[in-house]
């Protein structure tokens, strides 16, 4: 690739083809550049037309004819395109990012999708909490008042989330009534106050449905992001917190510190263990 095109392509990975200013500068090096070659390619030319006698006006009036066309047809002609490919490259652009938005967003909830999701956690580098949120009895809400409603619930809570957890946090649906959110900022305790503050508002507001007003609660556990520990760790151990406190009566927010009690589960009692996990994906 020449030294143009990877200039070009560096223009085009930086995003600066947003810029109007970026388009005409283009547009005019292009132009320059065109009216320099077509120049230096007619000042080769010209000893070769006068020795074959194809011209006969004076050297000094070609050069200015040469000059004026290199600028009339390369210069104007190659600015113009350029001109023209900028804004082609920069509409392109927009559409590829609206795309790539796209596939990293729940079309229902607006929020990030799991793939999103799992794209930021496992790549994560700084230490953090992980949070994995299930609407309680969403089943229920589904069976009694029908998929709209659930729906509406799903988006209700969404918004929630939003504004509880702000930009700042990752905030994805992973499918159904799941939600998972990776809080960077703060403390341990910050970050448990500010999961508590999403369960209370939850629990708060109702959901308007046609002349229905469903109340829900949220249950989440809670998991340290460390360096060193494996994403899958993080998430099973989250996973369980979220199990435990569904077990304990939902409507609430546990951490992974709560299961110390099965520290040595994983060691000493493997079966206890194994039944924890097969009791996961059972909750309501």
């Known amino acids: 690739m020449s030294r143009i095109g990877r200039a070009l392509w560096r223009q085009i990975e930086t995003g600066q083809f947003e810029s109007p200013a ?6 005019l090096q292009v ?74 967003t729940d079309s229902l909830s607006g929020l990030a999708n799991r793939r999103a999701f799992n794209e930021t956690f496992s790549n994560l580098k700084l230490e953090g909490s992980l949070v994995i949120l299930d609407i309680d009895r969403f089943k229920s809400i589904n069976d009694r008042f029908g998929h709209q409603a659930g729906d509406r619930v799903i988006q209700a809570i969404s918004d929630e989330f939003r504004d509880v957890f702000g930009k700042a946090n990752v905030v994805a649906r992973l499918g159904g009534e799941e939600f998972g959110v990776v809080l960077s900022d703060g403390t341990i305790e910050e970050r448990l106050c500010l999961v508590e503050e999403a369960r209370r508002r939850v629990a708060a507001n109702s959901v308007s449905f046609g002349d229905t007003k469903l109340f829900v609660t949220i249950s989440a556990g809670v998991a340290e992001i460390r360096v060193g520990r494996p994403a899958e760790v993080t998430y099973a151990w989250a996973d369980k917190a979220l199990y435990l406190a569904k077990q304990s009566g939902r409507d609430r927010v546990m951490h992974e510190n709560a299961l110390a009690i099965l520290d040595h589960a994983l060691h000493d009692h493997a079966p206890d263990d194994a039944r924890l996990f097969a009791a996961i994906g059972q909750r309501d």
């Open 22 to 27: 970026t388009i005409r500068s283009f547009a």
């Open 31 to 104: 132009s320059f550049r065109s009216v320099i070659a077509t120049s230096l390619a007619g000042c080769l030319l010209l000893p070769v037309l006068y020795a074959a006698a194809f011209v006969s006006i004076p050297i000094d009036e070609m050069v200015r004819l040469m000059v004026a066309f290199s600028w009339l047809f390369a210069g104007v002609l190659s600015g113009g395109l350029a001109f023209v490919t900028g804004h082609v490259i920069r509409d392109l652009l927009r559409s590829r990012r609206e795309f790539e938005q796209l596939s990293r």
